[in-house]
């Protein structure tokens, strides 16, 4: 998962660093941010609920794709 928040959208209510602090934080301007190497979610059990919680939908959740390799028939 990839999370980021859009900082043009984001008005500071802070619910998403109160709802999951272990991956959000807010910033010396009071807006939130990820925490540096927390982008892919890991270990943050309450991500998504931050991301219902934002009032301006300012949080962005996007699935990663997995690198797969060919199947050594197609090699």
Do not use: H, K, Y
């Not at 892919?40 to 962005?60: M, N």
Request: hydrophobic letters at 35%.
């Amino acid at each position: 998962m990839r999370i980021s928040v859009d900082p043009d959208i984001c008005m500071g209510a802070g619910q998403c660093a109160l709802v999951s602090p272990d991956v959000f934080t807010q910033d010396d301007d009071g807006f939130g941010t990820v925490l540096p190497g927390r982008e892919d979610g890991a270990g943050g059990t309450l991500v998504r609920e931050a991301a219902r919680a934002c009032p301006v939908q300012a949080i962005s959740l996007g699935e990663t794709q997995a690198r797969t390799q060919a199947p050594a028939s197609d090699r």
